[in-house]
């Protein structure tokens, strides 16, 4: 495979306008950055290898377990590009290369874009890509996404190519080609398939090529051809939700409206913007107010869906991780805004590098731990009713293939037909460590397990886990369970120190509605510890 680079400045691009950079496909990335990339690839790969699958993670591999047309929290590509893998019966590390792939392949697409965006100053459009890849390579949550398949790492990739696209397509003389709209199109029903939040990029693009094209753009049929093929792509989860009472939107709209707003909330959003994906990224900004005049419309893909996130975290409802897409589509101006900086000199070009190295060490420290689960620095740090001392939130990516083995096996030798879990983010991980088990989930809601498994029957016998990180009152009494015996407690280990740990409980005769009520820790007050002696005598009855 060929990776060469060769630009013309000012010539035309028969497919992108004037002044394009020529960039064949195999030459994306010089030498240096693609050594640099594959060698973070089989980084990614290798923490993937030692690291068990997290909440969304696991949820994400059911879709490709249970396919179907949507689900009912996402549309279905995130399953559907697994479901290979997962029919074959791929291991986790096998299943952590898909994610790697689409990072390098979003941080190609900057590196491309930033040619692209610059290319009326060669010169120093080279070193602006080279820096945008070096400011998406040290942005520690953009290697989650590598790490694990989420919807967003699949919209990351998308938006760069939509970008990418649409630039193309800003040229006056590609109204009349049918295959630059037909490959816009299929991008834009990609994005559709990977996360709802793709009609941000759809609203972007659309305003990019109206400002290129103005009304002639409504009046010529290809952009319209582009939109129908959009909309056929993403017809399978309008017709899901029209079979399920369009519960998936109906759940999207409730999810997103949040609680009441508050100025607070987007101040809390921006500062952890800022860290979960470094201040390399901020000189951004500052290009994109100084980018050629051609260039500045693009900035959209960024804005649009930066802003209804920022808004939307003033109601608590938006996640860091979310707006992943929007910095990749950013990258090309961070870049820019880098190689300018750089080229002043003094304390302005220092403070990159400075920025850079900070980057870097945060990088390799969340990598360590994650590997480490937290220890030593978090030992004893294990959430339970027994204990005050706050969780250890890096636990949670270890010891769930274990539980769910155990599970497998306690539910086998007790002859128990099923597993019961009080939250469905304890759920995904047993429904995918200790299948073919079936699942239910005793929260008084409806959501995709209900889907997939149904509430647990009237009556039913089951093997409850409880996870010592989320820590539950046992659902005894009343129209819970009749009685529960606990069997074993499962300790994780790390470190020679307890990171976590699971307890198995034979429960019988399931009364049909138990509302979980979270375990309150033994020290903080008198009536937390009778809450908990009137659920450890009940236990000791029913056993």
């Known amino acids: 495979m060929c990776f060469s680079l060769s630009s013309e400045p000012g010539a035309a691009d028969a497919r992108g306008g004037a002044g394009a950079v020529y960039v064949r496909f195999c030459g994306w990335l010089p030498g240096p950055e693609r050594a640099w990339l594959a060698g973070l690839f089989v980084l990614h790969l290798a923490l993937g290898s030692a690291l068990g699958l997290s909440v969304d993670e696991a949820h994400y591999a059911l879709y490709a377990l249970h396919p179907a047309l949507s689900y009912f929290d996402h549309p279905p590509l995130v399953g559907w590009v697994q479901w290979p893998l997962v029919v074959l019966g791929a291991s986790v590390p096998w299943l952590r290369v898909l994610p790697g792939l689409l990072w390098v392949g979003s941080v190609a697409l900057a590196y491309r874009l930033t040619l692209r965006l610059h290319a009326g100053a060669p010169t120093q459009a080279a070193q602006a890509a080279r820096w945008a890849v070096l400011a998406l390579a040290l942005s520690p949550l953009l290697h989650v996404l590598g790490l694990g398949l989420l919807p967003d790492t699949l919209l990351m990739f998308w938006s760069a190519a939509l970008l990418d696209q649409t630039l193309r397509l800003r040229d006056a003389a590609s109204l009349h080609r049918p295959w630059p709209w037909l490959a816009l199109g299929a991008l834009l029903g990609l994005a559709g398939l990977s996360k709802y939040t793709a009609i941000f990029s759809a609203l972007a693009c ?42 998936s939107l109906r759940y999207q709209l409730h999810h997103g409206g949040g609680g009441a707003w508050q100025p607070a909330g987007v101040l809390r959003f921006l500062v952890l913007q800022c860290l979960a994906f470094g201040p390399l990224m901020l000189w951004g900004l500052g290009a994109a107010r100084s980018a050629a005049h051609a260039a500045r419309p693009a900035f959209w893909f ?11 975290a003033g109601g608590g409802t938006s996640l860091p991780h979310w707006t992943a897409p929007a910095w990749v589509v950013l990258a090309p101006w961070a870049g820019m805004g880098l190689a300018q900086a750089r080229a002043h000199g003094g304390w302005r070009a220092r403070l990159p590098w400075a920025c850079a190295w900070l980057q870097a060490l945060a990088c390799v420290a969340l990598a360590a731990a994650l590997l480490s689960g937290g220890m030593p620095f978090m030992a004893g740090r294990v959430a339970s009713a027994q204990s005050s001392d706050p969780p250890n939130p890096l636990a949670d990516l270890h ?3 274990l539980a769910g083995a155990r599970a497998r096996e306690l ?21 995918w460590y200790a299948q073919p ?14 889907l997939w498994f149904g509430k647990l029957p009237v009556g039913a016998d089951a093997l409850l886990v409880e996870w010592s990180g989320l820590p539950y009152l046992l659902p005894l009494g009343g ?6 015996r606990l069997l074993e407690r499962l300790p994780v280990m790390r470190m020679g ?3 976590e740990h699971f307890d198995f409980y034979a429960c019988r005769a399931w009364g049909g509605q138990s509302p979980p009520q979270l375990a309150p820790a033994v020290e ?12 450890l005598a009940a236990l000791q009855d029913a056993s």
Do not use: K, M
Not at 218 to 246: E, K
Not at 302 to 312: G, S, T
């Open 206 to 247: 659309a305003l990019v090529l109206l400002h290129a094209h103005g009304p002639r753009l409504l009046r010529t049929p290809w952009p319209w051809v582009a939109c129908g093929l959009a909309l056929l792509l993403v017809s399978p989860v309008l017709l899901w939700n029209a079979q399920h009472d369009w519960i």
């Open 302 to 312: 960024f804005a649009v869906p930066f802003a209804v996130l920022a808004v939307l």
């Open 399 to 401: 010891g769930w293939d």
């Open 411 to 431: 539910a086998r030798a007790q002859a128990l037909p099923a597993l019961a879990l009080q939250n469905w983010t304890l759920a995904s991980r047993f429904a």
């Open 437 to 450: 088990l079936p699942v239910h989930v005793l929260e008084d809601r409806y959501d995709q397990f209900d």
């Open 479 to 484: 129209q819970g369970f009749a009685a529960c």
């Open 497 to 499: 120190q307890e990171l």
């Open 524 to 535: 903080a007050a008198p009536r937390a510890r009778a809450a908990n002696s009137r659920q």
